[in-house]
């Protein structure tokens, strides 16, 4: 739907002419009920906690993983060491702050998120998606050395892991043995599940990395090797015909070869493996109660549909209240294509952030609210099968720049965009402003806070933005975890090694945290939010005010937020009764009052 046929429909709306009946997207359906329940927390491992320093990587663990470079003084980075900064070993290579900061390992390990998970119980968290926890070199491990071993540097005994898993054979599950990575992540699982918490992993099926079993084996033996047909090669090493060795890395990225593909998606060697390794955290020892809760699957739409159409079916024979969630960062009528109750459950659902940056983050480019109704009313009723209200509602992720530098930068260009705003908003663009952000740009956050925690589909923040945390896009978005007991060097240092105008402190931001746990309790204490039916009942383009209504049975929440400059008044006279804020407490009689400027209301009816 374009924004002006939008506009009119939504003319239709306010008019009386016509609601939208979303007891119909949300009855019965394909998706799991738990998960338009909770509150997503997204947990990239290397930069959480380092729970156990005596598992940390040694450089020759980052052997096969850009930039390349274990001959260089080499050693942990400290956690609370200022980001743009080069250490005194890093400025021994001679190279630029973007080489060093990819050679950067900081300790972050299982142990780290068990220890913490107390925390996001506190802070309301009840269902946890892992950035990829499986073996491989890099920082971000999406260069997957095996998908069957959680990595040896996030467990308690990394050496004796190694020895272990020698006499395995890669593809061969009745030769697989439990390393104690593998055992320390089924006791985080277990853990977070005795707090009622659900939790997922990262599935990377397009590609694996190059120092793969697979991998390695089909470099060395070429045509010959037992995994040849599972890589996407070019040519083969062929001195009679004058011919090298070529494969295709995804989008180009050599680290990254990539699984092959037919008319049916991923070939049967690979496939198989992967069904395998599926089985083996969803039912570990053929106990589904002991698994994973589901997926979330990395760069999905390189994958063919066949294949996931397969793949889900064997999720759901093993589980079938698992959840299945993708990265498919496109429009809406490209997305549908996955979401129609045979591939996927959800999205990541940078769409919710895209019109959320357009209309309370944006300044010169806002939209007006009728628009952003228009955005909102499009990704509730675009979804069939309860869809709607198990999509991860985020803002920002491990690709993209934080909320708070985000709102810094709001003016930068548009987030929708995001191929080009992906690349606009790196550290390394002298245009973008790497510094914390301010008193009223974290007002901004908190009223985005208010929509996320409020609006249909399952909330999800980004580790550390309820902290205050700030950065521009990869690498900078994965900075160290802001905890209280450890002790932060100020940020004094521009990328391009020059100081910064005035220094950023860096600690945990108590107020932000406060507003975020008293969003979530909001949330988690009326079911209203999590599975009610959705209105909208205000778009004021004068005023800057948007507002809808989130009902279940009798209980009944309007939501109002004002993105102006300016308090703003409302009356919604028509919604007869008394209501109560239940962000200040404040008591609204027949539905109208006043808003402070970028602030809002979540009036829930006596």
């Known amino acids: 739907m ?15 002419g016509g609601d939208l009946d979303t007891s119909k997207i949300n009855g019965g359906g394909f998706v799991p009920a738990w998960a338009k329940e909770v509150v997503w927390y997204q947990i990239f491992p290397e930069r959480f906690r380092n729970g156990d320093p005596s598992n940390d990587p040694k450089v020759e663990d980052t052997d096969g993983a850009y930039p390349h470079d274990i001959t260089s003084p080499w050693e942990i980075h400290p956690w609370g060491s200022d980001w743009y900064k080069l250490r005194p070993y890093e400025t021994e290579n001679g190279k630029s702050i973007w080489f060093n900061i990819q050679r950067r390992r900081y300790g972050g390990d299982l142990q780290g998120i068990i220890d913490k998970l107390d925390y996001l119980q506190d802070l309301g968290i009840t269902a946890l998606y892992l950035n990829p926890v499986f073996t491989s070199p890099s920082l971000h491990k999406y260069d997957g050395v095996t998908f069957h071993h959680i990595d040896p540097n996030f467990g308690p005994d990394p050496e004796g892991d190694r020895r272990l898993t020698e006499s395995e054979v890669f593809d061969d599950p009745s030769t697989w043995v439990w390393t104690s990575a593998d055992k320390l992540a089924l006791l985080l699982i ?47 090493d062929d001195p009679e015909k004058g011919s090298k060795f070529e494969y295709e890395g995804w989008f180009g990225v ?67 209240e698992a959840y299945i969630t993708a990265e498919v960062i496109d429009t809406i009528s490209v997305v549908k294509e996955y979401l129609g109750g045979d591939e996927f459950d959800a999205v990541m659902n940078y769409n919710f952030g895209f019109a959320a940056a357009d ?15 228009a955005m909102m009313e499009d990704l509730v009723t675009a979804f069939p099968g309860g869809v709607p209200y198990v999509q991860q509602n985020l803002f920002g992720s491990h690709d993209a720049n934080r909320i708070g530098s985000h709102i810094v930068n709001r003016d930068l260009a548009r987030y929708r965009y995001w191929g080009n705003y992906f690349n606009v908003s790196k550290g390394d663009n002298p245009s973008y402003n790497t510094r914390k952000p301010d008193a009223a740009e974290k007002q901004i956050q908190k009223l985005f806070v208010i929509l996320q925690m409020t ?9 550390g933005d309820e902290a205050g945390m700030w950065g521009a896009n990869d690498p900078d978005c994965r900075k160290p975890m802001i905890w209280d007991d450890i002790r932060y060097e100020d940020e004094t240092t521009l ?65 109002i937020i004002n993105v102006s400059s300016s308090e703003q008044s409302f009356d919604l006279s028509e919604h007869s009764g008394t209501y109560t804020d239940l962000i200040s407490g404040s008591s609204y009689n027949q539905c109208k009052g006043s808003i402070p400027a970028r602030w809002g209301v979540v009036l829930k009816r006596n």
């Open 254 to 320: 050599k680290e990254l070869p990539e699984i092959k593909e037919d008319e049916n998606g991923i070939v049967a060697g690979p496939k198989k493996y992967i069904f395998d390794i599926t089985k083996r955290w969803m039912a570990p020892n053929g106990d589904p109660s002991k698994g994973i809760n589901g997926w979330r699957l990395d760069v999905a739409f390189c994958i063919q549909h066949k294949f996931w159409k397969d793949w889900r079916k064997e999720v759901k024979a093993i589980n079938p």
């Open 190 to 236: 277990e853990e977070a599940h005795k707090r009622g918490m659900k939790i997922i992993f990262d599935g990377v099926f397009n590609h694996m990395g190059i120092k793969s079993v697979p991998f390695e084996d089909v470099v060395k033996n070429q045509q010959k090797s037992r995994y040849a047909d599972w890589f996407s090669v070019k040519s083969w």
């Open 495 to 559: 990328p391009d090694q020059s100081a910064k105008p005035a220094a950023d402190k860096v600690e945990t931001d108590h107020d932000l945290l406060a507003h975020y746990k008293k969003l979530i309790k909001i949330r988690n204490e009326n079911k209203a939010l999590q599975t009610g039916d959705f209105k909208t009942v205000l778009a004021d383009d004068d005023k800057e005010l948007y507002g809808f209504e989130r009902t279940l049975n009798s209980d009944k929440i309007i939501v």
């Open 359 to 373: 209309f309370i983050v944006a300044e010169k480019t806002r939209i007006p609210a009728t628009a952003f109704a």
């Open 2 to 16: 374009n924004i002006i046929n939008a506009i009119l429909n939504l003319s239709i709306l306010f008019s009386g």
């Open 455 to 463: 609006s249909v589909g399952a909330p999800m923040i980004y580790y």
